[in-house]
Nanobody, 123 residues
Framework: QVQLVESGGGLVQPGGSLRLSCAAS????????MGWYRQAPGKQRELAAM???????SYSDSVKGRFTISRDNAKNTVYLQMNSLKPEDTAVYYC?????????????????WGQGTQVTVSS
């Protein structure tokens, strides 16, 4: 059983910074692409940033230049550094990724979601 656990959310003033972490636990062999999604009240969930297993990154236009996604494969952890935060960044942030696990002598690929962490940007 794999769990993705996010942390680091909270309340921050406009212009401030937060760093989100997503730690994967379980019988993990490796992980492929990992991403951070966000969902604001009354809106659909959207992809904010993604990182491949090789470290290539991509960002939505709304966060490009302000957010940085990174990963530490040895710790099975993905990070999202968020700078110059705006009120419109307020949302629940979810970690998502494809994780490869080992069991019964075989490897298995599956997609997992974390439970989400609230980020509120307000003065």
């Amino acid at each position: 059983q794999v769990q993705l656990v996010e942390s680091g959310g909270g309340l921050v003033q406009p212009g401030g910074s937060l760093r989100l972490s997503c730690a994967a636990s379980g019988s993990i062999v490796s992980s492929n692409a990992m991403g951070w999604y966000r969902q604001a009240p009354g809106k659909q969930r959207e992809l904010a940033a993604m990182i491949t297993s090789g470290g290539s990154t991509s960002y939505s236009d709304s966060v490009k230049g302000r957010f940085t996604i990174s990963r530490d494969n040895a710790k099975n952890t993905v990070y999202l550094q968020m700078n110059s935060l705006k009120p419109e960044d307020t949302a629940v942030y979810y970690c998502n990724g494809e994780v490869i696990t080992r069991g019964n002598g075989a490897n298995y690929n599956a997609n997992y979601w974390g439970q989400g962490t609230q980020v509120t940007v307000s003065s």
